[in-house]
């Protein structure tokens, strides 16, 4: 069965930087999009980026410049780094395997079909 399993989060200073993981299995890694989304506290879901098989990738614009979304095929694993960090970051982040693209709207709109537990990431001083 499909598991997502994400570590890394933590407790970070203003400005301050993260490298989270994402470990994949029970489906083809390498052939498959793959995101990140974040759910800050009270509100909904927050897609963050996507990293397409070919390492094509797409960043939301509240994290885009700041955030770097890569992938190591060969270990099955998914990364964000989250460098200069706000305290509006400050969210649980899941990794989720992509399933396909839907317009809403005329708005790109990344869709999952699996996620896993999540971390959580806290930026406070």
């Known amino acids: 069965q499909v598991q997502l399993v994400e570590s890394g989060g933590g407790l970070v200073q203003p400005g301050g930087s993260l490298r989270l993981s994402c470990v994949a299995s029970g489906f083809t890694f390498a052939s498959a999009w793959m995101l990140w989304v974040r759910q800050a506290p009270g509100k909904g879901l927050e897609w963050v980026s996507t990293?397409?098989?070919?390492?094509?990738?797409d960043y939301a614009d509240s994290v885009r410049g700041r955030f770097t979304i890569s992938r190591d095929n060969a270990k099955n694993t998914l990364y964000l780094q989250l460098n200069s960090l706000k305290s509006e970051d400050t969210a649980v982040y899941f990794c989720?395997?992509?399933?396909?693209?839907?317009?809403?709207?005329?708005?790109?709109?990344?869709?999952?079909?699996?996620w896993g537990q999540g971390t959580q990431v806290t930026v406070s001083s």
């Open positions: 990293i397409k098989p070919g390492d094509e990738t």
């Open positions: 989720a395997k992509g399933s396909g693209i839907a317009y809403v709207g005329g708005k790109r709109q990344y869709e999952y079909d699996y």
